[in-house]
Structure formats: C-alpha cells, structure tokens
C-alpha cells in the first residue's frame, strides 16, 4: 500500500496577492499527508517585464521566452515568488523546498522545437527524477516547484506549471497514491458557467466525452480535462480540479 | 578523521559577468572533494534596481533593504544569479542544489535591531541547520547558497554573503574539516597593495597581528581577516583569500 501524496498546482493570480498567498498558505498548511506545491507566476513575470520596458509576447495563452524575457521569469519564478512562498510555509511549520528543475536536476527538458511558433527558451519536460523527489517527501520535506526547468546543458528554460505538476504526478504515480489538485477560479467544472454553484463533483471519462460531444465543456477546459486524463493513464489516482480556496476541503470536480 | 569540506565564497562581479562565471564554473567543478558555493550578486541587484527606478542605499558598505530592495535582492540573488550557477554547475555534472536560508530552514536570522542605522530588511544569522546541510552533503549535492536567509516568521532576510559562508563554516566544522575561501579581486593578502604579485603565502595570527601594527595589512581587509580568525577560533581548519581564478589551485593567503 503506497502512502497517499497531493500535488497541488496554484496559479500565479492566488500567490501574487498578499491576502489570497496568506490564505493559501494557510490552506495549504492544513492538507494532510505528504504534499507538494506547483506555482505559476505569470501575472508577476508580466507586469516586473513590463516595468523593465519588455514586451511580453504572448501565442495561444503561451509565453514567448526570448533571453530577456528568460531572466525576468527566472528572477520572478524562482526568486521572488518561489522564496516568498518557501518562507510563508516555514512560518506555518512546513518544512519546504524552493526548486526549480534545476536543482539536483530534479527536471530536466529541452528547448521546444520551432515550427510555426518561436517559443525562445521554453522547455518540454524530458525526465522527472521521481526517486530523488520521492526521497525527499519521505524525509518529509515539501517541495515547492518553480516554473524553471534546465538542459542539463547550463540553459534554464520556462515551462508551463501546469505540465510542471502533470509530469511531477506521472513520475511519483510508482512511489505515491497522488492525488493531483489543479486550482483555478472557479470552484470546480461547471455544467453552467453563468452558475458557480453547477460544480460537476464526479466526471467519468466517458461522461467527460459526452459533455463535450453536447457542448457542457468547451474551451480551455477541454485540453485541461484531456491533461488530467492523460495523468490517470499514467498511474495517478485522481485529478481534482477546484478553487484555491478548497484545497483543504478536497472539493471540487474529481476527474478519474 | 572527518571528510575534507571545501567552502567557497565568490563575489558579485564574478557571478555576474559571462566570462568570468563561466570560468568559475569550470574551477569550481574541478574542487576536489565535498564543497559549498555562496554567491553574492550586489552588482546585479544594484543594476536591477535602477532599471526599477529604486534608488540603492549604502551605509559602511551594506546595503539599506527597505520592502522594495529586499524584492528586487530576492529576484536576483535567489533567481536570477542562484539559478544560473545552478544550471550552469549542472551542465558540469555537479549536482547543485541553490538554497536559500529559508529552503528547509537552512539559516535562520533575526532583523537586525535598528541602532544608529535602520538596515531595513538584513538578517543576522541566528542558527545554521548544520545536521540537515552535512546529510545533503554527504550524499553528493552541492549546496550553492544566495544571501537570503528569514527569520521563520515569514520575512525573507537580506544578509551579507561573506557572513553567511563564515557561519556556514563554523557550523559545518564539527561534521568536516572544513577549508573556507574568500575570492575577491587579488591573489591574497598582499605585502604591498601596488605589486598584485606580493601575496603574502601564509598568515599566523601572530603575524597579522604584527602586520596591522606595523600598517602593512590595513582598510577593509582587518575585518576579513578578524572574520578569518574567528571562523578558526570556532573549529574551521583553514581560510584561504584568495582570487576566483585560484580556487581550484588552493592558492593565496592561507590564514591559520
């Protein structure tokens, strides 16, 4: 019998805010068991280029890294946003770990190729050191990941956080029964939009196709969904898709 | 007979400048034996600032780290330069791990009180988790450390770099044999500030003490080496000052 393990992937808007970072942690603090944390940072990493007169360039909701752009998302990434969370959490007794995938080469990548798009210095994930990371946990340390994952070749390179926890997950699916939390605005998958209330609590796979076929889910939630699928496949137990503000309570939509 | 420890302290120009950290890399990689990188990055955090349009004040030398400044060093030190050498050592197949004071609670501080000066945002070292750095140690990872470090309570810390691989080396003295290296712009401690080629090899404190009465040692390299001699006082084997381009020789003042 594995131990149970919750990764837990927050977007940039819940940790850039002094209120809703203070709750998080908070939050955070309370998930039982062993846990690790996925931030973004895009919001910060968008307004700190913009105040050093860098353009961010985005295609289909996806930034393109040229080497300016690279160093603001390092420094934002896994300097300020990383470290500010690090030491919130250590204020709560949990004892994190700032990494990015550089660090003991926790994740390694390469640069994306270039077909219709230039991405500049973004990185596919190639391997997670599942062993290494499953160590730690056990040791009973919290990794905390950066967006920032390396060649192994001296190149940092930007990478998605929501890929960042989906390999993460995939890779200690051997080690640990995870749970996988993506967090975003809205407290789960809804059947209405207009209605924040409509969360869809279970979502079977062949349910999932169905709401698709009739138009229920659309849009971004799609390529969300078929992620969280992708990662069942793989070995996790379950994708849990809800608000920042649940993590605690474990609600949300439970995708399995 | 405890295990050889190398600690390595470099400033902020070598890190910052492309030629010069890549060859720092490249000496690091060949230290033989377990070894620690601290890095600075003062230069970078002053040019960043500026970009910023946030004015960098200096008292003595230190820098005054009002909640603005104490951001931009957090980008910096911990991002931006902390990751790049991490990145970079990895590519030469050394296992590095960037840290933070704050990353598993490496280093603890305290504000420093405001007396004559309010310094803002510095941390002067309370405790160093030297059990937790030598296990890392020990099982091959390199720790390289930002001058960052929090008071548990929360707050990231600004602390000078040279204090944070002189306590570091005091703490890890009773789990090694520990050799700290202080790199800055000359081979050593020099007999005659003109003649770069004038180091003085070996540096007992008899003969410090005498140097200082007779004004060959003066300014700011006292400090240093009272720092030098305190480090020995509690259990370090040996300080070495010394030029980045030397560490992996072992060249320059050693002080004993």
Redo the contacts between chains.
């Keep these: 019998m594995l131990d149970k393990l919750t990764i837990i992937k927050v977007g940039g808007k819940i940790v850039e805010e002094e209120k809703t970072l203070h709750q998080l942690l908070h939050d955070f603090s309370e998930v039982e068991g062993f846990k690790v944390l996925v931030h973004g940072g895009g919001r910060s990493a968008t307004h ?1 280029a913009a ?2 007169g860098i353009e961010s360039q985005m295609v289909n909701g996806r930034r393109i890294t040229d080497a300016e752009t690279l ?1 603001v998302v ?7 946003v ?3 969370i ?3 959490l ?2 709560q007794d949990v ?4 990494l ?1 995938g ?4 926790v994740i390694c990548s390469e640069k994306r190729p270039v077909k219709d798009v230039d991405y500049g210095f973004v990185g596919d994930v190639k391997t997670v050191n599942a062993d290494l990371l499953a160590a730690l946990i056990h040791q009973g ?1 919290v990794p905390v990941m950066a967006p ?1 994952t ?1 060649d ?5 390179l930007n990478t998605n956080a929501d890929t960042i926890a989906g390999e993460v997950a995939k890779a200690l699916a051997k080690h640990f029964d995870v749970t996988l939390m993506f967090c975003f605005e809205k407290k789960g998958v809804l059947m209405d939009e207009d209605d924040d209330n409509s969360v869809i609590p279970e979502l079977r796979r062949e349910e999932f196709r169905q709401f698709v076929t009739d138009g229920v889910i659309q849009g971004g939630m799609i390529p969300k969904l078929e992620n969280a699928y992708q990662a069942i496949d793989a070995g996790v137990k379950e994708v849990i898709i809800t608000q920042a503000a649940d993590i605690h309570l474990r609600q949300g939509t439970r995708v399995h």
């Design positions: 700190m105040q050093l160093k390092t420094m934002v990434y896994a300097g300020l990383n470290k500010t690090v030491a919130g250590q204020a004892d994190a770990l700032g990015t550089a660090d003991m080469n340390i920032i390396h192994k070749k001296g190149n940092l």
